[in-house]
């Protein structure tokens, strides 16, 4: 049963649902990108990004509630007599609902690299010492104030995720284990990364990587007259940051920055996805479009780069066709996800809140200049695809593997012993309080 957005290539044998939870449209894209929005401070130790997280998390309850009370969607459901049951990431709620229709057996999905509440559900714990937070700015190589904010980022992040699985959406089914426990129970987690791809980290063998699987593989589509036109011009670089971050909200000082800085390049044309073109004045050499067909002109001899906001499916699809970027992270993972591009050598980064024309330019010049960029590129593209079975074989197997009434005991022999990550929260909490409070002691008497 899958929702009628997705793209379902040659299956037959499926059933198309949608559901209704009482969200209003565009709701969630509200409380995601105003206050603050994707150009402003999106730092994880803003108050404000703390607040955020409440409220989606609030709306996820709210989503959960509609589906759990409603008797009718659920007995459809039950009908059914399904064997597996698939879970994302940020919303425990199906873990409840799989439950109550009987579904025993779960998989649990990751749009991108694993969360921490994924590891440590499959018993692994994850240092946060060498190992950034999903939506922590940092790389593997942290100095020690990194270090105490990636254990802070965690721990809030946590806290959220506490409250609202271990609290709100448990008691929505009242169950005598809460959601989290159940989540213990899932046969196997499906990662949307890869080893070569990420920091390296501890993992449990109940997780498969299964990176790049939501690339279109097919063959790219032809280019219609105006674009094929655009693109034998000359040389071009993609400007779009994403399907929800307009770049029409920019401030007009960020736009500026921008526009001034692609003039230095008469020979380079950029095609910036904009979302309102009306009385626009822009440089000769800037195309402003609503919409790009990003994979055919990818393919194109003359493409150079994109600029992007350093979301994961996108870094792994310009990855996988052999394409270097220029990311600036805008919200939740993808400072972490960008650092990883950059470590990678596929990458250059702009930090949004110190952008000037001197550093767009620099940034451009590098991923012109330095074919080292392509170059890696390439090698990782070939990486994604030198896998000893096929993603979608991989999936297969894991779900089958799911299905059997078995698996469920065989998967408890695979965990590694479980630490005790309650008491391990509460001393990584105590220690930076207390590290915080000597060094205030010292510095102010």
Request: glycine share 4%.
């Amino acid at each position: 049963m899958v929702d009628d957005t997705l793209l379902i290539d040659n299956a037959t044998d499926y059933t198309v649902l949608r559901k209704k939870v009482g969200v209003p449209r565009g709701h969630l894209r509200r409380v995601l990108w105003s206050n603050p929005g994707p150009y402003e401070d999106s730092s994880p130790l803003n108050p404000h990004i703390f607040y955020k997280l409440l409220k989606v998390s609030r709306t996820f309850v709210t989503a959960c509630e509609n589906m759990a009370f409603d008797n009718l969607f659920l007995e459809s459901l039950m009908e059914q007599k399904f064997d597996v049951g698939l879970v994302e990431q940020y919303d425990a709620c199906g873990f409840g609902i799989f439950k109550s229709i009987g579904i025993e057996s779960t998989v649990w999905l990751s749009a991108t690299a694993i969360y921490r509440p994924q590891a440590e559900a499959m018993g692994v714990y994850l240092p946060y010492s060498y190992v950034p937070e999903l939506f922590a700015h940092f790389s593997d190589k942290m100095s020690f104030v990194q270090k105490v904010i990636n254990v802070l980022i965690g721990q809030a992040t946590s806290f959220v995720l506490d409250i609202f699985v271990q609290g709100f959406q448990s008691r929505i089914f009242g169950f005598d284990e809460n959601l989290a426990s159940i989540s213990k129970e899932s046969s196997a987690v499906l990662i949307n990364s890869a080893p070569f791809f990420d920091y390296s980290m501890p993992m449990s063998h109940q997780c498969s990587n299964i990176g790049g699987i939501t690339v279109d593989k097919k063959g790219v589509k032809k280019l219609d007259p105006y674009w094929q036109s655009v693109a034998d011009s000359s040389g071009f670089i993609l400007v779009s940051f994403g399907g929800i971050a307009r770049t029409v909200d920019m401030t007009v000082s960020m736009q500026k920055i921008f526009f001034d800085s692609f003039k230095k390049f008469p020979h380079i044309t950029f095609i910036v996805k904009y979302e309102s073109i009306a009385n626009v004045s822009m440089p000769e050499n800037v195309i402003l479009t609503p919409w790009i067909p990003q994979l055919p002109l990818m393919a194109h001899k003359n493409y150079k780069t994109i600029i992007t906001h350093g979301g994961w499916s996108s870094i792994l699809e310009t990855t996988m066709h052999s394409t270097p970027m220029i990311l600036m992270p805008l919200f939740a993972d993808h400072a972490k996800n960008s650092k990883v591009a950059e470590s990678k050598g596929v990458a250059v980064l702009l930090d949004k809140m110190r952008l000037s024309q001197r550093r767009v330019v620099h940034a451009i010049n590098t991923i012109l200049t330095n074919p080292r960029y392509t170059q890696n590129c390439e090698k990782f593209s070939r990486m994604f695809s030198d896998t000893p079975i096929s993603h979608e074989k991989l999936i297969a197997w894991r779900i089958r593997q799911a299905a059997k009434p078995s698996r469920k005991a065989f998967a408890k022999h695979l965990r590694p012993k479980e630490p005790d990550f309650h008491m391990l929260k509460i001393v990584l909490i105590i220690v930076p309080a207390y590290l915080v409070f000597c060094t205030n002691k010292f510095l102010y008497g």
